[in-house]
Each structure stands twice: as structure tokens, then as C-alpha cells.
């Protein structure tokens, strides 16, 4: 099973720029898929953006669209969530997991991000 451990989560102004870290235990992920997703206080936990390890195709929530940019380092086996023009309703726990393409099967612990506006 994949591990996964997030970072870079912090507190910022409305407006300001984050980026979260997902870092992989497992050496190759050439039939990955690996998403970001995010959970607020007293909401159920939402898709935020997605990328293909192989074809590095990209996908993102409409929330997020234009703000945000998935990104991986293959060499380093890291997914980045650069976030932009961050809103206080982002403000979450933010998750990266991994798919094989039947669901996402593993998760990492997440990591906070609180925007004050």
C-alpha cells in the first residue's frame, strides 16, 4: 500500500498563496492517479484537483479552477498543490491520496490550511 504524507499547510490572508506537498513512498506510479481533496468543519470532504502520473492530464474542481495548479515531480515521486488567490472557504484540511483507477484507496494524514480574511 502507497504512502502519502502532505506538508506545507499554513495560515495566510485572503488572497495570498499556499503550496502543499504530497510526497509517495512507492518507487513508480505509472498507472496512478493522484488527487487532492479538502474537508471544512461540518462539511463532507470535496475533490479538489487530480493528475495522471503517466499522462499527466489534470483535472480540478470549478471552486478551484483558474486558482490552483496540480503539478508532480517524477524523480521525487512529489504531487504540489500550488494554490492562488486563496478565499477564506478554502480554508480545510487538505488530503492527497492515490487511485489505480477504481477509487482512491490511499490517503495521507492532511494537512491544515486556514485563510483569514
Known amino acids: 500500500q502507497v504512502q502519502l504524507v502532505e506538508s506545507g499547510g499554513g495560515l495566510v490572508q485572503a488572497g495570498g498563496s499556499l503550496s502543499l506537498s504530497c510526497t509517495a513512498s512507492?518507487?513508480?506510479?505509472?498507472?496512478?492517479?493522484i488527487g487532492w481533496f479538502r474537508q471544512a468543519p461540518g462539511k463532507e470532504r470535496e475533490f479538489v484537483a487530480q493528475?495522471?502520473?503517466?499522462?499527466?492530464?489534470?483535472t480540478y474542481a470549478g471552486s478551484v479552477l483558474g486558482r490552483f495548479t496540480i503539478s508532480k515531480d517524477n524523480a521525487k515521486n512529489e504531487v504540489y498543490l500550488q494554490m492562488n488567490n486563496l478565499k477564506p472557504e478554502d480554508t480545510a484540511v487538505y488530503y492527497c491520496a492515490s487511485s489505480r483507477g477504481s477509487g482512491y484507496e490511499s490517503w495521507g494524514q492532511g494537512t491544515q490550511v486556514t485563510v483569514s480574511s
Open positions: 512507492r518507487r513508480t506510479f505509472s498507472s496512478y492517479i
Open positions: 493528475i495522471s502520473w503517466s499522462a499527466g492530464s489534470r
